[in-house]
């Protein structure tokens, strides 16, 4: 018997299934089940007999859906509902007790904290993969001077291993919060039913401890209806992309021939179908271009949510499009950018060349005649005057006679000229946290241990 008179329309049907999208979530569904029937028996609920049998039927539904051989149907609106109807045909009469004191949708926010949980520690593995990846390529390459860049002009040089340490700190940061989004997902929300609790003697504590949770959610309402899980493993993916997508964007700059600074392996890159000299950062590029796609599916879950009465809405359904694009972006994100970097050949001769400019010491120049007594302001003036004079002339800095800076300012000395010639304005950072060698040693060691 049922409610309705006649059948659903085939396009209600079409927008109200989720089961291509949830069926990933399998593995938990069944987890759940299996903690929840053997509560059930524990408590009296059901007879263990048929406990039993649902289990039984648990086991050969998971080897079905293991082996991609699970018989779905088009009645099958979603995960949850394919596999009780499953596992009623498998025990019989027994498997209508699986549903005893539970609903969809305590069912599948636990799936959904499950999934989370995860996929937050899968984040935090690819994240310490990249971080060990970084500090590898950091280490070859660590006295490898280069420029470093504001506004992408040459503004002072620093070696490789600091840029790339950059990012190490920035994933670090990453891996907190998606270590965070972990620490949000302790509480069961399985047991609150529909959204009051259920009419029986359920011992909620046991299910959480065999599911792997701390506690349980206090509030039924709340277990129901919330998803702030989600958003926060939105918004730990959203800025840990947009961070990936700037060491895309400076690949993508690096491995052009303007730049030169880097080749990358050739089982990240593509060939042009027209231009056969050519070789495409794509993976590089699509870093860039998946970061406001983690950005967009923030701000679109942040809309769905928005304004909800409590507790269930069907609207909450979509929250898997937003969440499971997500988890797999960020993934493919990371696994590009270490496979990228991992196989990356840097150019030295290329990144020294650019770096050697030597307009690139014109600020070490200006504070050589700070540590003269001259004020910064004045000494910044008599540098950007010589630097016109060399742009006028055509002249690098370096080919300045001492006597041609002193008609600038009469404190410059000897060191000056050393100065110039020795690049030794690399080493001169050595300022906690700067580019000098022995600072850089230092982060390395703080680095490395970021993964003990
Ligand atoms: N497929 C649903 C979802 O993902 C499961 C919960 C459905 N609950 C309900 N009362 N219709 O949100």
């Not at 995960?79 to 699986?98: F, K, L, Q, T």
């Not at 609790?197 to 919330?226: H, I, K, M, Q, Y």
């Not at 080749?263 to 990240?268: A, G, K, V």
């Not at 694009?325 to 991992?342: I, P, R």
């Amino acid at each position: 018997m049922s409610r309705f008179n006649e059948p659903t329309d085939a396009a209600f049907d079409a927008i109200n299934r989720s089961l291509d999208v949830d069926q990933r979530l399998w593995p938990f569904d069944i987890a759940q089940s299996r903690a929840h029937v053997t509560m059930l028996a524990a408590k009296g609920i059901i007879p263990a007999e048929d406990a039993g049998l649902i289990h039984d039927a648990l086991e050969q539904v998971a080897g079905e859906l293991e082996a991609g051989i699970f018989p779905f149907e088009q009645s099958d609106e979603d995960i949850h509902m394919a596999v009780e109807r499953r596992v009623s045909e498998i025990a019989g009469p027994a498997g209508g007790r699986i549903h005893t004191a539970r609903s969809r949708n305590d069912q599948v926010a636990t799936d959904l904290v499950l999934f989370t949980r995860q996929a937050s520690l899968d984040a935090v593995a690819s994240i310490d993969q990249l971080i060990a990846t970084l500090i590898e390529v950091a280490e070859a390459h660590l006295d490898w001077a280069m420029p470093g860049y504001t506004h992408l002009q040459r503004a002072q040089p620093i070696y490789l291993s600091h840029h790339l340490l950059a990012y190490v700190w920035m994933l670090a940061r990453d891996r907190e919060r998606f270590r965070f989004v972990e620490s949000q997902c302790q509480q069961l929300p399985l047991g609150s039913g529909a959204l009051a609790g259920v009419n029986f003697d359920t011992d909620r504590g046991s299910v959480a401890a065999e599911l792997g949770f701390a506690e349980v959610v206090p509030n039924s309402l709340d277990a129901v209806s919330s998803r702030d899980y989600i958003l926060d493993f939105l918004s730990a993916s959203a800025t840990c992309g947009t961070h990936l997508s700037r060491l895309g964007g400076e690949l993508v700059l690096w491995s052009s021939q303007e730049f030169a600074f880097v080749e990358l392996p050739d089982r990240w890159t593509s060939g042009s179908s027209l231009m056969p000299q050519k070789k495409n950062p794509d993976a590089a590029e699509l870093l860039r271009a998946k970061a406001p796609r983690l950005v967009a599916n923030l701000t679109g879950f942040h809309g769905v949510m928005h304004a909800l009465p409590l507790a269930y809405n069907k609207d909450m359904q979509e929250d898997k499009h937003y969440l499971f694009d997500s988890v797999d972006n960020l993934q493919l994100a990371l696994a590009a950018a270490n496979g990228m970097l991992d196989g990356a050949e840097f150019n030295r001769d290329a990144m020294n060349d650019a770096a050697s400019d030597s307009m690139i010491a014109a600020t070490d120049l200006a504070d050589l005649l700070v540590r003269r007594g001259i004020p910064f302001r004045e000494s910044h003036a008599a540098i950007a005057a010589i630097v016109r004079h060399c742009v006028d002339d055509n002249r690098e800095l370096s080919s300045l006679t001492l006597e041609e800076l002193q008609l600038h300012n009469a404190a410059f000395d000897e060191e000056a000229i050393q100065l110039l010639s020795q690049q030794s304005w690399l080493e001169s950072k050595q300022s906690a946290g700067g580019t000098a060698l022995s600072r850089v040693e230092e982060q390395l060691v703080d680095a490395r241990a970021l993964l003990s």
